[in-house]
């Protein structure tokens, strides 16, 4: 997907927000925004937004001095989504439809995503999971779970830190030996990241490779030739998250998009309101 | 006022949407963010956000090469006004008290801004004229009676197209032999200039001048000689919308601000959240 003209706006209001997050530091703040105009103003709109988004958290672990501002937020997410997976695992096991209690998890996790939000509270990811169970869901799972019930090598791409809790309970619901789940390969924003699959015991339960670059989505152009590979040879990809989602809407295989809705943009795009839950199906090219 | 970070994004956005009002060509669009981009990376923060404003709107008058984009747009307000006037004269009239309907009715018409809002519809005008006949207003109306009445050469700052017959209104409720009526120099948003003042009947009402400049707001350091002579000579000067706000809430003189509060920025600066009426009195220095 390309860069849309209203992205923009919001690239510097995330760069704001992010550098914040980071430190206290007006001065900081301020080389960070101005980095960021600088940098846009000559940015390749048909690159994906997660290229800018790359840019930005690059530019604030250089001005911070920090090489993971996020980590203690990570953590708190993780430990959060570990304090609510003995619930969660009980009400998919008690629902009708385990995999599609599970779907609805995992969309509801991908509300942990401080690249859309400047904060995630509590609070907001227990109403989030309450009403991701009966909320309408745009797409098929019937078409999800035939295609997952058929394929043989199935790669995972996950999001965030936190979210992969969720993750972790959809992918239980499935075969899972047949799975490969993909973290970042290095920190930006509060995305996962190998230690991250490891607390969350995402380790344990699959296979689980990095796509060896740092950008909050999957540029294909940059990844390592280990995951290049594995993504060609998937003949089913399950993608978390808009930036999962903005990085891969044109590339060839199979994939089933996963994720919240979280900017007008993305409806726009994808016709679906923000705060639409989405199971997008792109058939392979 | 200085330029706050949170301003950025929100230059952006404003560009944007401008770029879009004046033409539905998306290379303009793109090549408009550009420049914006660029020349926000190397702005002076200590200079007020009007700066910035006067500069994108320049942008966007070179690569449109039209000289005033919202001239329909300035028409449509000002008949939009005219066609309200009879009835809120009467609303004032039949007031108990008329200056305070007057000042409320004059910040409601400030709601008529396209660097705030995208667009503004009737719909909405009434709206914030019914509203504001009752909402709190912060700051007080009989300090500025009080003020009005001893100040014997006033400066009234007009802003924007439409609002302007709200401003006759309020004028026409004071001494008017004491006061002259400012408006921009030039083209800049939906700003009111002199043709806006000889259509709502304000030059038939006081003296109009303009300020010599196109800023959506008043930068001295830009301004005519006899304006600034004007402004320096007067014992009183009444400040409307946001923009004047920006760029004199550390000038000399004696000022009543009188506004809306339209962004979380002047929210978090005044004090006063997002929406409020205001009139917020400036001792001279």
Do not use: W
Not at 101 to 120: F, W
Not at 231 to 247: R, T
């Amino acid at each position: 997907m390309q860069t849309y003209h209203d992205c923009i706006p919001c690239f510097l209001k995330q760069a704001l927000n992010a550098a914040r997050l980071a430190t206290s530091d007006t001065a900081v703040h301020e080389h960070v925004l101005r980095r960021v105009l600088s940098d846009t103003a000559d940015l390749n709109f048909n690159q994906p937004p997660p290229l800018m988004g790359q840019r930005i958290h690059q530019i604030i672990r250089e001005a911070t001095g920090s090489a993971d501002p996020y980590d203690s937020v990570k953590k708190h997410y993780n430990q959060l989504g570990m304090a609510l997976y003995p619930d969660l695992k009980k009400t998919v096991g008690q629902s009708d439809n385990p995999l599609e209690t599970a779907i609805r998890l995992s969309i509801a996790g991908n509300i942990i995503d401080l690249g859309a939000a400047e904060s995630v509270d509590e609070a907001e990811v227990t109403s989030v999971i309450e009403q991701s169970l009966t909320q309408a869901l745009e797409g098929s799972i019937s078409a999800f779970q035939n295609a997952m019930a058929k394929a043989e090598n199935i790669l995972f791409l996950g999001d965030n830190a936190g979210e992969i809790v969720f993750d972790r309970l959809l992918i239980e619901t499935l075969q899972r030996d047949h799975i490969t789940y993909v973290v970042r390969g290095g920190p930006v924003i509060n995305d996962a990241t190998r230690s991250d699959a490891e607390f969350s015991g995402m380790t344990e339960l699959v296979d689980v490779i990095d796509n060896g670059t740092n950008a909050p989505g999957t540029l294909l152009d940059q990844c390592s030739g280990a995951f290049k590979k594995a993504f060609d040879n998937a003949d089913l990809v399950v993608a978390k998250g808009q930036g999962n989602f903005e990085s891969l809407s044109d590339a060839d295989p199979h994939i089933f998009f996963i994720f919240k809705v979280k900017c007008p943009v993305i409806a726009a795009h994808t016709g679906c309101p923000t705060g639409s839950m989405v199971i997008h199906e792109k058939p392979a090219k």
